[in-house]
């Protein structure tokens, strides 16, 4: 299994803005990022954890729940196997521990929608959102 470090996280006041990043290491002998869904999580305190953002390793793909759009942009540097997670116009409602998720050629919506075919979790990164 791949393993994946989340970094960014921190506080920011409302309107503002964080960039977020999950490095991804471990891959087995012939497989790279571009082999790999990666998806944001999001777990706001006292509520379930939810995906707002994947993108797949395969053709760049992007996709964005209903919450985010507009506001969120994920991307990727296969060279230095990171995805990135830009957060702007933040909102109170973002605040919550952000985690990334691989899943080895499995479509970024299967995950995204139905959170099924991860391989592996980061730990998290927490974002607080003050008003």
């Known amino acids: 299994e791949v393993q994946l470090v989340e970094s960014g996280g921190g506080l920011v006041q409302t309107g503002g803005s964080l960039r977020l990043s999950c490095t991804v290491s471990g891959f087995e002998s012939g497989f790279t990022l571009e082999d790999y869904a990666i998806v944001w999580f999001h777990q706001a305190p006292g509520k379930e954890r939810e995906g707002v953002s994947g993108?797949?390793?395969?053709?760049?793909?992007?996709y964005y729940e209903d919450s985010v759009k507009g506001r969120f942009t994920i991307s990727s540097n296969p060279a230095e196997n990171t995805v990135y997670l830009e957060m702007t116009s933040l909102k109170v409602a973002d605040t919550g521990v952000y985690s990334c998720?691989?899943?080895?050629?499995?479509?970024?919506?299967?995950?995204?929608?139905?959170?099924?075919?991860?391989?592996?979790w980061g730990e998290g990164t927490l974002v607080t959102v003050s008003s």
């Open positions: 993108i797949s390793g395969h053709d760049a793909s992007t």
């Open positions: 998720a691989a899943g080895r050629h499995v479509h970024p919506t299967v995950i995204l929608k139905m959170g099924y075919g991860v391989d592996s």
